[in-house]
């Protein structure tokens, strides 16, 4: 090769490694992407947002979850958007609902928050189910009696769950409401929240049609006393302490 060639060859050389490189650099945009990756705190699309915070639990389509699900219209007008913004942005204690909020230890803004709950609303509430019908309220605001709760509860709820609440071998194959294990994984207001919305994906009424009644404040507040008073301080051990 002629030597006075070589530098222009050299170059040449340098300069299409330098080129692919480039084109390859980490971080790049790679041709043909027209949208570029946002930051987790940048999301905004309510249906991005529940799928990657809210599903695993509550359901692909906020039912069918191992947790309550978001899609029942009647839960939904029950506890209120106050409600749910603070059960998403603080967690309920004691449960496996932890906050999502920065201000909690969660990774979600307070707009982003905002995004979850008008979403939920906008898409799955249904404000003229009640037609006009009060609901009982969300927070318990009457004393509970454990005896008349377990009345309440054999009258309207035993037929599905057994009379002592451990089950029914019926069609539903229903498992026991006062397992101490179940019970540790859900707050009394948790209870209260499915005997008033039902469980509808299960075939479980809401509160208007418990044995062909509406139960009352009263019989609620008292059936999830009767509940919780199954609770026990070390769910899953035989003894308190070790022998």
């Not at 947002?49 to 899609?71: D, F, K, M, P, V």
């Not at 009647?74 to 906050?99: E, K, W």
């Not at 294990?181 to 509160?207: C, F, H, T, W």
């Not at 009767?226 to 003894?239: C, E, F, K, N, V």
Request: net charge neutral; proline share 6%; charged share 15%.
């Amino acid at each position: 090769m002629n030597l006075r060639v070589l530098p222009t060859v050299l170059l040449a050389s340098v300069l299409a490694i330098v080129s692919v490189g480039c084109n390859s650099a980490p971080g790049k945009p790679k041709p043909g992407l027209t949208e570029e990756a946002i930051r987790p705190d940048q999301v905004a699309d309510f249906n991005t947002l529940y799928s990657q915070n809210c599903a695993a639990c509550h359901g692909e389509y906020g039912r069918n979850g191992a947790a309550i699900s978001l899609a029942n219209p009647l839960y939904l007008s029950f506890a209120g958007p106050d409600n749910l913004q603070r059960i998403v942005s603080n967690g309920v204690p004691g449960t496996m609902m932890p906050g999502f909020a920065k201000s909690a230890g969660g990774m979600l803004t307070d707009q982003q928050i905002n995004i979850l709950i008008h979403g939920m609303v906008q898409n799955w509430s249904k404000p003229l189910l009640l037609n006009g019908q009060d609901l009982p309220k969300y927070a318990v605001s009457l004393p509970a009696n454990t005896a008349r709760g377990q009345e309440a509860f054999g009258a309207s709820c035993a037929s599905c769950h057994g009379a002592d609440g451990t089950g029914s071998s019926s069609k539903w194959k229903l498992g026991s409401l006062v397992d101490a294990a179940y019970l540790s994984l859900i707050s009394d207001q948790g209870l209260r929240s499915i005997v008033v919305a039902g469980k509808q994906e299960q075939g479980m009424p809401d509160y208007r049609s418990h044995s062909g009644h509406a139960l009352t404040d009263q019989e609620i507040t008292d059936i999830v006393a009767w509940l919780a008073s199954h609770r026990t301080a070390t769910p899953g051990q035989i003894y308190q302490q070790h022998p």
